[in-house]
């Protein structure tokens, strides 16, 4: 008797995912980003978030912002959750080898600060 209820719900569960309704995914629902888009808003929220605070933390380092050559932003994410915590800004000076990188979370708070690559610059960790 249990084998043939059990079969029976199996059936039942069956055709009606076979032929139930199609129903919404989440992404495809009014007034819902899909994810890609999502994902575009979270990075160019952390350019900006880069863009406003780097000045600053270079300066406070003792180089003018004038010194800066070219940058490169890398979100860091947490591959687990699929979500961006912050973000790694890649920062390359005028005249000098190396790169400086500045490690922020998403709030823009500094986490970490060093160098790379033949670049040493007064109270940084140099890699």
């Known amino acids: 008797m249990t084998r043939a209820i059990l079969a029976a719900s199996a059936a039942i569960i069956l ?3 076979a032929g139930g309704p199609a129903t919404a995914t989440p992404s495809a629902q009014p007034g819902l980003q899909p994810p890609t888009q999502a ?3 979270d990075i160019l929220g952390l350019e900006t978030m880069v863009a406003a605070t780097l000045p600053g933390i270079v300066e406070s380092l003792g180089i003018p912002r004038t010194e800066i050559e070219k ?13 961006i915590v912050g973000a790694d800004t890649w920062v390359w000076l005028k005249g000098r080898p190396g790169t400086l990188v500045v490690s922020q979370d998403s709030s823009g708070y500094v986490r970490q600060i060093y160098t790379t690559d033949g670049l040493t610059l007064p109270g940084v960790r140099a890699f």
């Open 71 to 83: 940058t490169h932003v890398t979100p860091d994410v947490v591959t687990a959750f699929d979500v």
């Open 15 to 17: 055709a009606a995912c």
């Open 39 to 41: 994902r575009a808003t």
